[in-house]
């Protein structure tokens, strides 16, 4: 009766992970195919569809010509909120990418950070990734190692997986700022905990993480429309601490807003008013 699209699954993958190629990108669109044929019968016959943010909501509405309501993710935030934002003399000097362990996820610009670092004065700074395994994480590990020692930069990335909730969130809390290298994600369970954390964000414009997390406001994150953007961003958030400081604060404040409690609520509701009467 109820289907929650947590991200725009009758979307080609060349649109939507532009960086898979090979064999991943023939899974990518057997995935999809498979899709277009079995699950749009359910998305036709639901009785109501929701998605997770205005982004996914965009995008599947013009494939299945129907009204699609929107209910924010719950996020966990109750390990986060008993602890107070770490102000910026605490922080460490890394930045901190959350994200799982696979290819479509363009971990490989990482490597285009450890460029920028150098190029801005970073050297004595790290990016740490933070993530999940999936059945590809070593060879990217691998490569994205091997390519940072060749070109000098091998103390400065480094990988922590499968960390617990706390681990995480103390990693998150001492970090300087949080960037979120995958663009067009529907949504973005990471930014909102980095936020939570009182971690200014740096996150693609092309997603809902810009368009439904941060609102759209530059007061809440920075957002990059390319490479050359998030140098720029990187570059602003270094250099001025008062800017650290409003993102650090309006980031907290509306992180605040995506907690599970609203969620129940609102999809709760939701269901009552357009199904059970």
Same mark, same amino acid.
Request: contains cysteine.
């Given at each position: 009766?109820?289907?929650?699209?947590?991200?725009?699954?009758?979307?080609?993958?060349?649109?939507?992970?532009?960086?898979?190629?090979?064999?991943?990108?023939?899974?990518?669109?057997?995935?999809?195919?498979?899709?277009?044929?079995?699950?749009?019968?359910?998305?036709?016959?639901?009785?109501?569809?929701?998605?997770?943010?205005?982004?996914?909501?965009?995008?599947?509405?013009?494939?299945?010509?129907?009204?699609?309501?929107?209910?924010?993710?719950?996020?966990?935030?109750?390990?986060?909120?008993?602890?107070?934002?770490?102000?910026?003399?605490?922080?460490?000097?890394?930045?901190?990418?959350?994200?799982?362990?696979?290819?479509?996820?363009?971990?490989?610009?990482?490597?285009?950070?450890?460029?920028?670092?150098?190029?801005?004065?970073?050297?004595?700074?790290?990016?740490?990734?933070?993530?999940?395994?999936?059945?590809?994480?070593?060879?990217?590990?691998?490569?994205?190692?091997?390519?940072?020692?060749?070109?000098?930069?091998?103390?400065?990335?480094?990988?922590?997986? &499968?960390? %617990? =909730?706390?681990?995480?969130?103390? @990693?998150?809390?001492?970090?300087? #700022?949080? $960037?979120?290298?995958?663009? *067009?994600?529907?949504?973005?369970?990471?930014?909102?905990?980095?936020?939570?954390?009182?971690?200014?964000?740096?996150?693609?414009?092309?997603?809902?993480?810009?368009?439904?997390?941060?609102?759209?406001?530059?007061?809440?994150?920075?957002?990059?429309?390319?490479?050359?953007?998030?140098?720029?961003?990187?570059?602003?958030?270094?250099? &001025?601490? %008062? =800017?650290?400081?409003?993102?650090? @604060?309006?980031?907290?404040?509306? #992180?605040? $807003?995506?907690?599970?409690? *609203?969620?129940?609520?609102?999809?709760?509701?939701?269901?009552?008013?357009?199904?059970?009467?």
């Amino acid at each position: 009766n109820v289907i929650y699209l947590h991200f725009p699954v009758l979307e080609n993958p060349r649109e939507y992970y532009t960086n898979l190629h090979g064999v991943y990108y023939a899974s990518a669109y057997l995935y999809y195919i498979l899709n277009n044929i079995f699950f749009n019968k359910y998305l036709r016959e639901a009785d109501l569809i929701i998605a997770n943010s205005k982004y996914t909501k965009q995008l599947a509405e013009k494939k299945i010509k129907r009204s699609i309501h929107v209910v924010y993710p719950p996020v966990n935030l109750d390990v986060i909120s008993d602890q107070k934002p770490l102000p910026l003399e605490s922080r460490d000097k890394y930045f901190l990418i959350i994200s799982r362990i696979s290819v479509e996820k363009q971990l490989e610009r990482v490597l285009y950070l450890l460029h920028v670092f150098n190029r801005i004065g970073l050297r004595d700074w790290r990016i740490v990734v933070a993530g999940s395994r999936s059945r590809y994480s070593d060879a990217i590990i691998d490569y994205i190692l091997k390519n940072a020692t060749r070109m000098g930069y091998s103390d400065n990335v480094e990988f922590k997986l &499968d960390l %617990d =909730k706390r681990e995480l969130v103390d @990693l998150t809390r001492k970090a300087y #700022a949080y $960037i979120h290298l995958t663009e *067009r994600e529907h949504f973005g369970i990471s930014i909102v905990e980095a936020m939570a954390c009182g971690t200014p964000v740096i996150i693609p414009r092309n997603s809902g993480g810009w368009i439904d997390i941060a609102d759209m406001n530059e007061d809440v994150a920075l957002p990059y429309s390319d490479l050359r953007e998030l140098e720029e961003k990187i570059r602003l958030i270094v250099n &001025d601490e %008062d =800017k650290w400081f409003k993102l650090s @604060l309006n980031g907290y404040n509306r #992180a605040k $807003i995506f907690n599970r409690w *609203r969620y129940r609520e609102e999809i709760t509701k939701i269901i009552e008013e357009n199904i059970l009467y």
